[in-house]
Structures are given as C-alpha cells and as structure tokens.
C-alpha cells in the first residue's frame, strides 16, 4: 500500500554527461528537489542546477570503489522519503539501462514509497549521435542489443545468439574486458573485419572516438586502457564512417561561432 503521507522519489536520467542533454522533466523537477541522491556523475555541471538549500548525498562510485553498498542506497531512499518532500534519485544516462533501477524500485514499494520514472539519453544513442552513426539502418542493421561486458553472477552472454541476430550491439561497462571480448564474438562467427568504435566520454569535453575491427581490437591493436572512461563501444556495421561524417564537425563549429 502506498503511503501518501510520506514523500515521493522521482528516478531521473541525468543522461550521458552533458548538463544540456537531461531531459526539461528531469531538470525541473532537479530544480524543485529537497534532497538529491545521486549517481558520480560523467559530467558534475548538472549538480551547479541544484538549489543551494537542497540536501546532496552521493552514492556513486569512483574508479570502481563503491561509496554505498546498494543495500545502503535502498536504505537511504526510504530514510529521506520518509521525511517528506521531493525526493531526487539521478542517476548517469538512462535510470533503467544498466541502472539497477529495478531493484531502488522494489524497496520503494516493498516500503510503500511513491516513485516515478523519467527517462534520460543512454549512453549508445548519444554516441550516435556525436560519431554521426545510427544504431539501426535499413539493410544494415534491424535491431539494436544493449549488454554488458561482464555479468555480476560470472556468467558470460551468449554471444552466439547475439552475432546471429546481425543486431548492432553495444556494449557497456566491463571496458578492460573488450579484447576479450572481440575474440569471443569472432570464435562465436562474427566477422573479422566488422568494425567497432570506441567511445568516451560521450557528448563531453576531452571526449574520444577509435574506430577499429573485432581483430584489431582482439589483436591487441589498441590499448583499451589508454582511452578514458566512461567508455562505450558499438559493433556493427552501422559504424563504419558515412560519406556526411565530416560535415557533423563543420556543423558543430558554425553553432559554436
């Protein structure tokens, strides 16, 4: 049972990094928080919109050291809530890809706690969007898979599966893991020279862009270590340059002039 005597948490995607790309739902209700439990964010120039009377507790994590367990962030939520007011969860890019959004949902309504959901721009569609690539293209790809590199339990995906698809696949986290990870995909039948980007820090400053192949990528040809985080990357053939590559940037300089 819902108890409408306590306050309310509005999950919201803070979306990849630049403070402009949160959605106008999501910064309105940012603005009008009396407490913001937050994620460490790819770009911290979002929190410059919250009200200096609003109370911020971080819970993110560091170069993969935890500050909060999650039970601790389940907890934290239905503390706060139960001191009334609006309460916002911002979370990095979308709340319910790879955001453990089901689980902060479930302890609010095992604890009777109001919530809602707002979206935010993941990760894969906004370096698409920044590398001028779509994730699907007729005749090129029909479906888009997000996964991770590394599953929680140690088990591994079906990548058999996934290259039977011919979806284009992104992959998040687990960035370390990626020559392994190319080789997997090659022995499960993909192709060799299928291309794959490598992008970080999307839609920020200092953000980066390698375009290589499974093999490359497999063979060591990169070094996967040296590119900055928050890292994504994108297999298929969808990623391969268009012939309009280059007039993105001759755009984006003529807005910036």
Known sequence: MVN?????????????????LITVRGLRLLQQAD??????????????EVPASTKL?????????????????????VREARQGGLIVRLKG???????RLGEEMDHLAAHGIPFEVVPGVTAATAAG???????THRGKAASVTFLTGHCA?????????????GATLCLYMGAKSL??????????????????????????EGSTDVLTTLVGLASGKVDVAALPTPLIAVVGAVVAPPRHAGLMGRIAAFAQA
Do not use: Y
Request: charged fraction near 20%; hydrophobic fraction near 45%; aromatic fraction near 4%.
């Open 179 to 204: 020559p392994s990870v190319a080789t997997k995909l090659i022995a499960a039948g993909a192709k060799a020279d299928l291309p794959i980007r490598l992008l970080s820090k999307v839609s920020q």
């Open 4 to 20: 409408f005597d306590i306050g309310r948490v509005a999950f919201v995607g803070a979306g990849p990094g630049a403070p402009d």
């Open 35 to 48: 407490v913001v439990i937050h994620d460490a964010l790819p770009g911290d120039a979002l929190l410059a």
């Open 57 to 77: 507790v971080a819970v993110g994590k560091r170069c993969g050291v935890h500050s909060m367990t999650q039970d601790e962030i389940n907890a934290v939520l």
């Open 93 to 99: 890019g979308d709340p319910g890809v790879f955001g």
């Open 153 to 165: 339990d140690g088990t591994d995906q079906n990548w058999k599966a996934h290259v039977e698809t």
């Open 129 to 135: 969007a920044d590398a001028a690539f779509p994730l």
